[in-house]
């Protein structure tokens, strides 16, 4: 697998885990639990999605192979996407869609507030634009969690079972390898185990405002998005999600 | 009946300005109600900032009452700054 | 239209003459164009055919999400997208200003779903045809929006207010999702290849007739529309409205390089508008009666939907009432 240079590294793992996350919200268009949801998980959908695109942007912009940020979201395949596993695993119910939402926000929002002060000053400004939207993700994700874990027993038994779906997939949120380490010790990134550290302290906080067990730390496994090496559920979503582009090469839409 | 509370929506378009009903939301509560108002009335950037109140609170005057609420202060025209003049030579006040 | 074919339960319209006092009270101002509000007086009819148009209006909304969802996922760039999450909100965010408005009249939002679920309310024709390719989204948001938008534009002034003020906001936030369609369109036209263009007639064969039927039956076969007009809840004959659009369409067909699949769609000098061909009302009044191509599929996601999601606003509603009764101790 070609591997850019860090930056280029990370700036994908971050567009393409947006990408991902604001394509499995679509997917609940015309589906959600209400239709005030309905609006509520498009418009982070669409957040999400904005963000992908300047993240991919000024990824194509380093990259400079000719591919802008279209090429590199609907022509790479699933080897190539550096996405969280996380954010890649289907919906599954309100409960997982929840869970695995507010695990990525959290994390966004740590990593978006230490990215404003960024020594790169693009990624500063994508960070800080980027910031207020996941802060309100956040809030509503936080909220949500807290509504189904100290609902019913119903909601409260689906929420356990969603957080016992998702949470392996959690070593990733807090995993350093020596590109991280480098673009950290530029001022690039912040420090791996401080934001490891941040986004513990916050999940902790909701999940016991919501009457739910926190599991030990996730242990990584073979799989790790940042390599490429991804679940099954990512080659699906993206047939779906290329299919225009991969079809009709030569189109312009 | 519906499972969520009805709520009121009154947003302020700009600072200084009154906050001005626009709709309803339905919310299991008021801070949900907020947020579904915000996705809801605020999308292209209507507003600075949002009230909600269940609607089941609010007490309104029949429109049929309108004769003996509001005609009443029709003919008091002295509540009015237009009622008093004054020569042109005292200025602006 | 969104709203076809609403049943006013009345059936012949009385003259002033013929009223009781309110009922002449209340009729004298919809003449004077004065609006009624939530609290005035109205009789039983009017507000039952309100309820059912506005809440006909609003499951079309939200019903219309699915069409454009079945794409939403596979948009090919990120400006379609976007575009069309946008667009889709949107959809949900006017199906929601619809129920509100039609909560003013002392509807309740979820018996009203609930019947749409059970069948036993409608929702507009047009949205019980399948989106077959990435056409399909310029040519709904070009025709379809377009259609709806003709009728939108005139109900601006209808005469219940919170219906009157809905559409006002719906109409200034729709402009953009007609010209959405067109674009995708005309990009495909202008610089799409054999295949692209080739989706583009596909979608427009597909959905013009559907698109033209929108606005309901002939005149001569709308029963309740002299009620309805008469109320100024519709303000213009469905024949009319679909005169205008046409009119104001087929300019705009010519300009993408398209045709209509009618052979009978010219100008006609005389009258000043374009004459077309037959309808096929059977059909119309197939998928009206719930043997469309979809009607199946469209009710059952939007049922499964709330049934789903039952256990999630049961827990919200539990939680708030922990929260109340934890501040209340």
Known sequence: MTKYDELTE?????????????????????????VEEEMALMNVGLDLVGQARNWLEYAAERINDGRDADMLAFRRDERAYRNLLLVEQPNGDFAVTMVKQFLYDAWQYHLLEALTESADEQVAAIAKKSLKEVTYHLRRSSEWMERLGDGTEESHARMEAAIDTVWRFTFELHRCDAGMQALAAAGVIPQADELAQRWQTTVADVLEKST?????????????GRDGMHSEHLGILLAEMQFLQRAYPDASW | MSQWTLFEVFVRSKHGLNHKHVGSVHAADAQMAIENARDLYTR????????????????????????????????????HASFYELPDEVGHM | MYAQMVETGVKKVKG??????EERAFQEKIDAE?????????????????????????????????????????????????????????????????YSAMETLGADRDEEIEKLH????????????????????????????????????????????????????????????????????????????????????????????????????????????????????????????????????????????????????????????????????????????????????????????????AWVREAAVAHAKKKKQQAAA
């Open chain 1, 212 to 224: 739910l067990t926190m599991p030990e730390a996730a242990r990584s496994f073979y799989l790790n």
């Open chain 3, 16 to 21: 002033l003459d013929e009223m009781s006092a």
């Open chain 3, 118 to 309: 059970s069948g036993r309310a409608k929702y507009s024709s047009i949205f019980n045809y399948p989106t077959l390719n990435w056409a399909d989204m310029g040519a709904v948001g070009w025709l379809v929006d377009g259609a709806a938008i003709v009728n939108q534009v005139v109900l601006q002034r209808t005469s219940y207010g919170p219906y009157s003020r809905a559409m006002i906001r719906i109409c200034k936030e729709e402009s953009f999702h007609q010209r959405q369609g067109y674009e995708i369109l005309l990009h495909m036209m202008q610089h799409g290849n054999d295949a692209q263009k080739e989706m583009v007639q596909d979608a427009i064969n597909r959905l013009w007739w559907p698109a033209l039927m929108m606005f309901g039956p002939s005149d001569a076969d709308s029963p309740n529309s002299a009620q309805s007009m008469a109320w100024k809840i519709k303000r213009h004959t469905n024949d009319e409205l679909r005169q205008r659009f046409i009119d104001q369409t087929v300019p705009q067909l010519e300009f993408l390089g398209c045709t209509a699949p009618d052979p009978e769609l010219k100008w006609n000098e005389e009258r000043g508008h374009y004459d077309f061909g037959d309808i096929q009302w059977q059909e119309f009044y197939d998928v009206i009666a719930g043997h469309g191509p979809c009607n199946r599929e469209r009710v059952e996601t939007r049922r499964k939907a709330i049934d789903d999601g």
């Open chain 3, 34 to 98: 004065i609006k009624i509000e939530p609290k005035n007086w109205m009789p039983d009819a009017y507000r039952k055919t309100l309820i059912r148009q506005i809440s006909q209006h609003a499951h079309s909304e939200v019903v219309g999400m699915l069409p454009e969802g079945n794409w939403v996922t596979r948009a090919p760039t990120f400006k379609r997208k976007l575009q069309l999450m946008a667009k889709i909100q949107d959809e949900a965010g006017h199906g929601l200003y619809l």
């Open chain 2, 44 to 79: 292209r950037n209507e507003g600075v900032s949002i009230w909600v109140v269940p609607s089941a609170e609010i007490t309104a005057t029949a429109t049929d009452e309108k004769e003996p609420l509001f005609d009443p202060s029709e003919d008091k025209v002295y509540r």
């Open chain 1, 10 to 34: 990370f700036l994908l793992l971050l567009g393409d885990s947006a990408m991902v996350q604001g394509q499995r919200l679509c997917e609940w268009c015309g589906r959600a639990p209400a």
